[in-house]
């Protein structure tokens, strides 16, 4: 027979909230004769029993770098005029970032796709469409990320310059840190579980052995308010969460 007693597991809101968080599933198994009787659980219950915790440790962490596109199209009857198109309004985009405090060298191209009605076969002389449509996405890196943000916030600027943006792009916002923060944010999830696993232990007059299994921890990167209406990629301001999974050996 086999018999498992749990802890529901905390809700992780509830985690995060106090700063160390534990999930404890305790796993009894048995072996006889299916009765459950007296010692017969008792012995079984000392010969195998174990605690799993999980410890959680967060970090509130600020991004160090955007990353930006662009993307604007230009249309005209033959390829060399929608070229040129194309490139004036380029110019006209990295005249608006210099205006804006930010430096366009670093502009690069990231795609670049010319449509040709014709090959097509969405082109007749009766078709009032132009022929070419030249399509280029430009993409933007910078540390500073705030000037970033504020002026994507401008970009409306850029039709009344004539240029005809493909859509509208927000910034995402990266950390670099993660590597350096992580060793800290380990050892601290570890003690919280260890923690908790020594409570139980005490709680229900056990003593806490070695390690069974070790999970070094899964890194979550979150918004610093946590909602459904936000994304970590377009976030400045960031949340790090990270949680391990220790499982204990106990022993009377």
């Not at 970590?232 to 969460?241: F, L, Q, S």
């Amino acid at each position: 027979m086999f018999m498992v007693m749990s802890i529901r597991e905390v809700n992780m809101k509830q985690l995060s909230a106090v700063g160390i968080g534990a999930l404890i599933v305790f796993g009894l198994g048995m072996v006889g004769s299916g009765y459950f009787v007296g010692g017969g659980i008792y012995e079984a219950f000392a010969k195998d029993r174990q605690v799993t915790v999980k410890g959680l440790a967060e970090r509130e962490v600020t991004a160090d770098v955007a990353v930006w596109k662009i993307s604007h199209r230009a249309s005209h009857d033959t390829l060399a005029d929608a070229k040129e198109k194309l490139k004036a309004d380029t110019a006209s985009i990295k005249s608006f970032l210099q205006e804006n405090g930010l430096d366009p060298s670093g502009l690069t191209v990231n795609s670049y796709h010319i449509q040709d009605r014709v090959s097509d076969g969405y082109f007749n002389k009766d078709n009032k469409a132009t022929r070419f449509t030249l399509t280029q996405t430009l993409l933007l890196q910078s540390t500073d990320v705030e000037l970033v943000r504020a002026v994507s916030q401008k970009i409306a600027d850029l039709p009344e310059k004539g240029v005809v943006l493909n859509g509208y792009n927000q910034p995402t916002y990266v950390f670099q840190g993660l590597n350096d923060i992580k060793p800290d944010m380990v050892a601290e999830a570890t003690r919280a579980a260890r923690e908790s696993a020594q409570k139980f232990a005490t709680d229900s007059g056990s003593e806490l052995e070695t390690i069974l299994y070790a999970n070094q921890g899964v890194v979550q990167i979150l918004p610093l308010i946590n909602t459904s209406e936000l994304n970590a990629n377009t976030e400045i301001h960031k949340k790090i969460r990270l949680v391990t999974t220790i499982t204990y050996k106990l022993a009377d």
